[in-house]
């Protein structure tokens, strides 16, 4: 699946999405729909808005959002592109298109008459993945896009455009709701108001392909840049959200890599994940995996002794499990970092000598993250053509804070995916494929950790009709 288009309505999450079928030559991109009251347990509504046609605009139907008008009637606006239609600069052309649904979303009504096109000082190949909310203040609704100014240094033009109507159907050019000349572009943009806290997410279309916050006190900005101020790695994308009562989620993909294997290439589209994002007081927001997904795992296990004390003052040591950790599992580790550490973490699906596998490396010096693999791809026949000059993963660092004392690592298997979480607020997403099973274990690199938790969940419910391995996708 590709960008989730996520709609809450009592109580139901409505989740729309890209069906990406990766045929060749292409069909055309429709919008499928599931729906969840638990985000475990999952309806499939299959196809809600088939591609146009050959002939269409919206050969392609990619991303925008869902709105309900004070009649009870909902709106989709979505992107429509076709290949083979061109702009009035010659780029690839993408247009926003509407339709509306009488029945509850069960079918849809497309408006060709209320197309339109990139407005005067934009790029027309960029002008996408419409959101649209309601402004009471204003007493308008509001449209932010994913655009480009047709001038200026090509790789910082991104800009969220913005039009506003009065009716849902004309829509009228407004200045730009956000314009920090930075990035190729923001992509699937959203804003919304938590307490006292306004929020714009969008996925930096650019260099670091991640989704980005940034808050204000009112939709009129300035909007501050948060230390932290990314949901994930670079393995989850296009990340929208919806709220249910006091809680807020957040719907992306982790990303699928060409071939099967760590040294493929990112796919664009991947397997649906949620994370849960908590507000703290300052406004900042902290991310984890929802209570449902870890619920889905059952009675801890201990996969080594508590109170496990591992010093390695100028060297390395680790502890491996006894048992090969199951295809799915949840496993939470629980470690007293001591002052001057260099790295320590979890080692996964690793051999019986704890080398080949994969690692979430804790570096306190550094304050971040890592994800790291052994062995690492060859870059020729020399010993020293190993790849040593990439110590990890480069694109799936995260910071966090990590002073001496007490941290935790929890990270959920499942199948391929993994996503990793410390101290229930930084969030790691990745695919793992060479290496399927295999031990897990803890370890410390120049200086000493104690392990007060290791703990291993089984998943606690079978799947009703397994397509692959994927998280929140237990019961379809």
């Given at each position: 699946m590709g960008d989730v288009i996520p709609w809450q309505e009592d109580g139901v999450l409505h989740l729309f999405y890209l069906h990406e079928t990766r045929q060749v030559p292409k069909q055309g991109m429709p919008w499928h729909r599931i729906s969840t009251e638990n985000l475990v347990d999952f309806a499939d509504h299959g196809e809600v808005i088939a591609s146009g046609g050959a002939a269409a605009d919206d050969?392609?139907?990619?991303?925008?959002?869902?709105?309900?008008?004070?009649?009870?009637?909902?709106?989709?606006?979505?992107?429509?592109?076709?290949?083979?239609?061109?702009?009035?600069?010659?780029?690839?052309?993408?247009?926003?298109?509407?339709?509306?649904?009488?029945?509850?979303?069960?079918?849809?009504?497309?408006?060709?008459?209320?197309?339109?096109?990139?407005?005067?000082?934009?790029?027309?190949?960029?002008?996408?993945?419409?959101?649209?909310?309601?402004?009471?203040?204003?007493?308008?609704?509001?449209?932010?896009?994913t655009a480009r100014h047709d001038r200026g240094p090509a790789r910082r033009r991104g800009v969220v455009a913005q039009c506003v109507s009065h009716d849902l159907a004309l829509w009228e050019p407004a200045p730009p709701f956000w314009d920090p000349r930075r990035y190729v572009a923001h992509e699937c943009p959203e804003v919304f108001q938590w307490g006292d806290w306004w929020y714009l997410v969008s996925s930096e279309f650019s260099d670091a392909f991640t989704t980005r916050y940034r808050m204000a006190r009112s939709l009129d900005g300035p909007w501050i840049v948060p230390e932290h101020d990314t949901l994930d790695s670079r393995a989850f994308y296009a990340a929208k959200s919806a709220a249910r009562g006091d809680r807020r989620f957040f719907f992306g993909w982790i990303a699928t890599r060409e071939g099967g294997t760590d040294d493929g290439a990112w796919q664009w589209a991947g397997t649906m994940s949620v994370i849960e994002a908590e507000q703290r007081a300052d406004g900042t927001l902290a991310f984890h995996p929802t209570r449902e997904l870890r619920q889905t795992f059952g009675t801890p296990n201990t996969a080594l002794p508590a109170r496990t004390t591992l010093s390695a003052p100028d060297g390395y040591a680790q502890v491996l499990s006894e048992e090969i950790s199951e295809e799915a599992f949840r496993l939470v580790a629980r470690f007293e970092i001591g002052s001057g550490t260099r790295e320590c973490g979890i080692v996964l699906r690793v051999g019986d000598d704890g080398e080949s596998g994969y690692s979430l490396r804790l570096e306190p010096q550094r304050n971040r993250l890592v994800f790291d693999r052994w062995p690492r791809r060859s870059t020729g026949t020399e010993q020293w053509q190993i790849s040593g000059d990439v110590p990890f993963v480069i694109e799936l660092e995260r910071p966090v804070d990590l002073a001496a004392g007490e941290h935790e690592l929890e990270v959920i298997v499942d199948g391929e995916l993994c996503v990793a979480t410390v101290d229930d607020s930084t969030v790691l997403s990745t695919r793992l494929y060479d290496h399927p099973t295999g031990r897990v274990g803890a370890f410390v690199g120049e200086g000493e950790i104690t392990v007060l938790e290791f703990t291993r969940r089984t998943r606690d419910r079978s799947p009703v009709e397994a397509r692959q391995p994927g998280l929140l996708t237990t019961n379809v």
């Open positions: 050969f392609n139907v990619y991303t925008g959002s869902i709105v309900r008008d004070g009649e009870g009637v909902h709106h989709a606006f979505y992107t429509g592109q076709n290949p083979d239609r061109r702009g009035r600069d010659g780029l690839p052309l993408q247009l926003i298109l509407h339709a509306t649904s009488h029945d509850n979303m069960a079918s849809w009504q497309r408006h060709p008459e209320h197309t339109f096109g990139a407005t005067a000082g934009y790029e027309t190949a960029d002008w996408r993945d419409p959101f649209v909310f309601r402004d009471e203040s204003a007493g308008l609704w509001r449209m932010l896009i």
